[in-house]
């Protein structure tokens, strides 16, 4: 990204909350964006730029949204050997941990699911602070009420962060970084 003289970078993980494999996908050369300066490094002479971080953020209000026990259609976006995440929603991705993918053992997720597969989910919890979302195939039946579950774990349970980090072994990179205002770019070439 070109500002005024200076390049700077928007780092993939910082152009959309929805997962971004090539910046083809959604940016064009010469389109204007509004970033955010979120890392100034002059020794290396770099400047860490987001889009993202103008833009609002689907975990603000999730708890308006959805909460533990709601059953929801998804749709498989990637499957792993100790799972498959699923989306909910634009910007929301959660793990189906291998566990709970189906009532039988199974050696990897992609024997039940693949991706592109429209699914419902029961969500088994929440935690906005990480950006996690529990989910489980195996807790659905066909007309089954939200609100005749039993609940695994709840946010401020201290329970949660082993439940959670059983069920979400890929994690989020957490990012610290400076702020600074917010600058319309041009971008000048994607990668």
Do not use: C
């Amino acid at each position: 990204v070109d500002i005024g003289g200076a390049d700077g970078l928007v780092h993939i993980s910082e152009i959309s909350h929805e997962m971004v494999n090539d910046p083809k996908e959604v940016l064009k050369i010469g389109q204007e964006v509004r970033v955010r300066v979120i890392k100034l490094d002059p020794e290396r002479e770099r400047i860490g730029l987001s889009i993202k971080q103008l833009q609002p953020s689907p975990w603000d209000d999730i708890y308006s949204r959805l909460f533990a026990g709601q059953i929801v259609p998804a749709t498989i976006i990637n499957v792993a050997p100790f799972g498959a995440f699923a989306r909910i929603e634009a910007g929301l991705v959660g793990l189906i941990h291998i566990s709970r993918l189906t009532d039988h053992s199974v050696s990897h997720a992609s024997e039940v699911v693949s991706p592109g597969d429209e699914v419902t989910v029961r969500v088994v919890g929440i935690d906005a602070g990480r950006q996690r979302i529990a989910l489980s195939m195996r807790d659905v039946s066909q007309g089954e009420a939200a609100q005749d579950v039993v609940v695994d774990w709840v946010v401020g349970d201290d329970q949660n962060e082993e439940s959670v980090d059983q069920d979400n072994e890929a994690s989020n990179d957490e990012i610290t970084s400076e702020r600074g205002e917010d600058q319309t770019l041009e971008v000048i070439e994607t990668l």
